[in-house]
């Protein structure tokens, strides 16, 4: 249990570890369109954690800046990295907002601003954690390197390089990522596996310029009616990508986890329901909607463009049509093995008259972590005692890049145990994190470090 002083002190500052969030949110920290903005809220979370007795720094990479702090409690102590992220998705359409999603406001309940879930709030746990120790507990139980992100939400385009130049400084004996949900409202999770991702985007360029589709139509290949056949042929009839090779290397769902799985009682039609639709009819038919979303690969067409698409009639065949494209992969897929196999299936499907053009936009490896580890002992304590229920072990569909480098160039299987909820509305307008969320996420972050140096502190050494 927290010593009765780190309870009391998150208790008391419920209100101002509110009210820092919201100064966080304010910066609108995209990656792809607010370089300054970016700049501006790092340089926040390093005065920020300066307060809180770390040393913090701005670091210049190849793309968004990065931050990078530390806490030395003393040398008997296990080392935690805690990583978050700072960058947020763009806010449009801004007309689909209630508020100003950089001016957030508390309504019902819950915290409605861009970032408040996805990452700054998850983030700012950690902080009001570790500012609890610090000011009643005598100062931290471990040793606490930190690392926020200002790429993530661009798929971390440069944070393998950045990772790999700074892997000594970023050393630890334990990583925890908070950067996701529960399963459901009031039952806490820890992730144990993510997709990773290959997003590609096909050009179909066809005749020099928009031409007459009565004068030239019959003779000259449309791009749009090519890239629609393509889009078409990707999946068969049971769902399943007919790229050449594409299943071969994914790792089997265990008999174990599809009963754990079971176990969880997800209710298909109250998903369905909650999503807005009638029915769950994507993916392969042969599979269960759990494991098609946790633990098989998918391809989904995210965005197609050609032609004339203003308001009225313009009668013409187009010079090009596009199409983006994210293939969502599972272990032990290889994204660069995946994208060969896509370009090879474009090149078979470009009929006369058309020249292709495959362009990578974003890759990540999947990554599959331990689950029976010191590390995940602490987590589970933590969550139980903040949540007053102990987590259930599940897989996502989502990506999170640096799970796996991480895994890969540290050595390090992090710890997943984020605190949004499945209904956040994280990537869309009115993103939303719940008050008591924060306090509880905070709460979990505090213990998590008190149980880390119980389970991680060597024989013979204080702890």
Not at 111 to 123: F, M
Not at 240 to 264: C, F, I, K, N, Q
Not at 281 to 294: D, I, S
Not at 433 to 455: D, I, M, P
């Amino acid at each position: 249990m927290l010593p009765d002083a780190v309870s009391k002190h998150l208790d008391d500052n419920r209100e101002g570890n509110l009210a820092r969030l919201k100064e966080l949110i304010a910066f609108p920290s995209v990656a792809n369109s607010r370089p300054d903005d970016c700049r501006r809220c790092a340089e926040w979370l390093v005065a920020r954690l300066e307060s809180l007795g770390l040393t913090a720094r701005v670091v210049e990479g190849e793309g968004r800046p990065n931050v990078i702090a530390s806490c030395h409690a003393d040398d008997a102590a296990p080392t935690l990295l805690i990583y978050g992220h700072y960058d947020v998705q763009p806010a449009e359409p801004l007309d689909e907002w209630q508020t100003d999603p950089f001016d957030a406001v508390v309504r019902d309940g819950f915290l409605y601003g861009r970032g408040a879930s996805d990452d700054k709030g998850q983030l700012s746990a950690h902080l009001a954690a570790i500012e609890a120790w610090q000011r009643a507990g005598g100062g931290l139980p471990v040793n606490v390197k930190l690392l926020a992100e200002g790429e993530e939400e661009i798929g971390s385009p440069t944070m393998e390089s950045f990772l790999a130049a700074h892997a000594e400084e970023l050393s630890a004996d334990a990583a925890v990522i908070s950067d996701g949900e529960f399963h459901a409202p009031g039952v806490p999770a820890i992730t144990y596996a993510l997709r990773g991702l290959a997003y590609v985007e096909v050009t179909f360029r066809g005749p020099s310029a928009d031409i007459h589709s009565g004068v030239h139509g019959g003779a000259v290949t449309n791009p749009i009616n090519a890239l629609a056949r393509l889009v078409a042929a990707l999946h068969d009839d049971a769902g399943r990508v007919a790229l050449e090779g594409y299943y071969d290397d994914v790792l089997p769902l265990s008999g174990e986890e599809r009963a754990a799985w079971e176990r969880l009682g997800h209710d298909e039609g109250e998903y369905a329901r909650s999503l807005g639709v009638a029915a769950l009819g994507g993916g392969e038919k042969a599979f269960a909607p759990l494991e098609r979303r946790w633990a098989r690969p998918t391809l989904d067409c995210n965005g197609i463009v050609g032609g004339y698409t203003g308001v009225g009639s313009k009668t013409i065949i187009p010079a090009m049509a596009s199409a983006k494209i994210s293939m969502r992969l599972v272990a032990d897929q290889d994204p660069k093995k995946v994208v060969a196999a896509f370009e090879r299936f474009v090149a078979a499907h470009t009929p006369p008259g058309i020249v292709a053009e495959t362009r990578l936009n974003a890759e990540a490896r999947p990554v599959l972590l331990r689950r029976e580890s010191a590390e995940m002992d602490a987590g589970r304590a933590a969550l139980t005692e903040a949540f007053g229920r102990e987590p259930v072990f599940v897989r996502h569909g989502a990506s999170v890049p640096i799970t796996e480098q991480i895994q890969r160039l540290l050595g390090l299987d992090a710890v997943l145990m984020g605190f949004g909820l499945p209904d956040d509305n994280i990537h869309s307008p009115n993103e939303r994190f719940a008050v008591e969320q924060l306090h509880g996420a905070a709460r979990a972050c505090a213990a998590f470090y008190q149980n880390l140096r119980k389970g991680l502190t060597r024989p013979g050494e204080s702890g």
